[in-house]
């Protein structure tokens, strides 16, 4: 969808493996340059959240603009040498999982620096009250979690129950905004440092769960063609 297309093909991709058949070391090296693409969103992000448009320069730096990102992906930093084996780990860009999905990157990568940097804040009680440090980090955790069950409906082509996820992960969202403008918390300076940095992350994510909702309608609205 736009940048953020998820219409991995994923039941076709699963069908049209044909021999490839992998070993939990194949899978855990699969997993391992997902996780890369991840940690690439964010270094893409960090060197333009100074930009307007961020969202959609990242997501031309991660090739997702392009018809044919889910096989173009560019090498992930650190990941297994070029031609090494693949003969017997197969071409790991022909298989797509969620992971590979780009609201998924998106949203992993923006949820793991807000959780990342408020840890750093959160083990310190001289910093910020133990109890709303943990709720907050708890509402982070809700949220993502409520986007990821959204990505995974969106998968599966079910547009109505993703646009339904996605609300309880906004709703989610707003909670997490309200904490960090909680009387309690901004007085205190590591949390306004930590606020001013994580808020226009949780509306980056707010941007990019509303383009989806948005275009899951109109999936959901258009017309079933006939089958002839």
């Known amino acids: 969808m736009s940048n953020y297309d998820s219409d991995g093909g994923s039941d076709n991709d699963w069908e049209d ?33 100074a930009s ?73 009680p001289t910093k910020v009250p133990q109890p709303i440090a943990v709720r907050l980090l708890v509402a982070i955790a809700h949220t993502e979690e409520q986007a990821v069950q959204a990505i995974h409906a969106l998968d599966f082509g079910d547009y109505a129950m993703a646009v339904s996820l996605f609300k309880r992960a906004l709703s989610g969202l707003n909670s997490t ?4 403008n909680d009387s309690t918390l901004v007085r205190h300076n590591a949390v306004i440092t930590y606020r001013e940095d994580a808020v226009p992350r949780l509306f980056d994510l707010r941007e990019i769960w509303l383009r989806v909702i948005a275009e899951c309608r109109e999936e959901s609205d258009r017309p079933v063609d006939d089958e002839n």
């Open 177 to 180: 905004l309200a904490l960090l």
């Open 17 to 49: 493996r044909g021999d490839l058949a992998w070993n939990e070391f194949d899978w855990e090296r699969y997993l391992r340059e997902q996780d890369e693409a991840v940690h690439r969103y964010l270094g893409f992000y960090e060197a333009c959240k």
């Open 52 to 124: 307007t448009d961020r969202i959609d320069e990242v997501a031309e730096l991660m090739h997702w603009d392009s018809a044919e990102s889910e096989t173009d992906d560019p090498p992930a930093p650190g990941g297994p040498d070029d031609g090494a084996d693949d003969a017997e780990f197969g071409d790991s860009s022909e298989v797509y999982t969620l992971h590979k999905n780009p609201i998924f990157v998106s949203t992993k990568a923006l949820c793991l620096s807000l959780k990342r940097q408020w840890e750093l804040i959160a083990v310190d």
